[in-house]
């Protein structure tokens, strides 16, 4: 059977049903961006900074910068030195800039004792930080202060809660430090982390945010049938022209 060489005639929609199936394609257009928009990743994330540094007995000031940008944040110092007939070890971590600070727990004479955090300690502006120790404060000590000073004895893995600024905006992190304690100190760093979004609390141990776990929820919603969005842009009967446009495209030519 031949098929006719007559030309199809074309279709002439009314005003109206173009008018409303423009607006069915803005509002679908906006329906996509929207959904886009959900899938924007956040601006901040934890950037971790794994370590195996040794502290060694007067060594030096060992100093660690938090966000890489060729500044150090602090410093941990392990000294050892002799008094009277009794030598003096004292383990101690100092802020780099007179801004930063480090969370302390109490007093140990005249000594302000850094805080050993457990993981999972949320540090953040809630956290015991003090600006008017500039030198520093003292993990551990030995010797004339009396063997255990402060609270990083022999700890196996511990954290330091640490406030720090960038470009006038403060920062949050931790930095994790294991201690052995006999008659001498010996310290290892073994990893330091920062939340790159100002005024944000990291949590003492965590490598990752949400941010770096992979796809959002927004990720794995299905994207709405252009239809279902034609029908909220325009309730029923949006909808219903949208399906007599379908209809009529998808019926076959006559032989």
Request: proline letters at 7%.
């Amino acid at each position: 059977m031949m098929r006719s060489s007559r030309p199809r005639k074309t279709a002439n929609l009314s005003d109206s049903v173009q008018q409303q199936l423009t607006m069915y394609a803005f509002a679908a257009g906006a329906a996509g961006v929207g959904v886009l928009a959900l899938t924007s990743p956040a601006e901040g994330k934890i950037v971790y900074t794994p370590a195996n540094i040794r502290i060694v007995q007067n060594g030096g000031l060992i100093r660690f910068d938090l966000n890489h940008d060729g500044t150090a944040d602090f410093g941990l110092s392990n000294l050892r030195m002799s008094r009277s007939s009794e030598p003096l070890s004292t383990l101690r971590v100092i802020p780099e800039r007179r801004a930063n600070q480090i969370w302390y727990k109490g007093f140990a004479g005249d000594s302000l004792c850094a805080a050993a955090l457990p993981k999972g300690t949320k540090v953040g502006p809630n956290g015991g930080f003090r600006l008017d120790y500039p030198a520093g404060e003292v993990m551990a000590a030995t010797g004339v202060h009396g063997s255990g000073l402060c609270p990083w004895v022999n700890v196996k893995q511990a954290y330091l809660g640490l406030k720090f600024v960038i470009k006038g905006k403060t920062q949050y992190g931790w930095a994790r430090v294991k201690v052995s304690l006999y008659r001498s100190i010996a310290a290892t760093l073994t990893g330091y982390a920062y939340e790159t979004i100002p005024g944000k609390p990291i949590i003492a141990g965590a490598t990752k945010g949400p941010d770096d776990a992979g796809p959002t929820a927004s990720l794995n919603t299905p994207t709405p049938e252009p239809a279902t969005l034609g029908a909220l842009s325009k309730g029923a009967p949006g909808l219903s022209i949208w399906r007599r446009k379908e209809s009529v495209a998808a019926t076959p030519e006559s032989n």
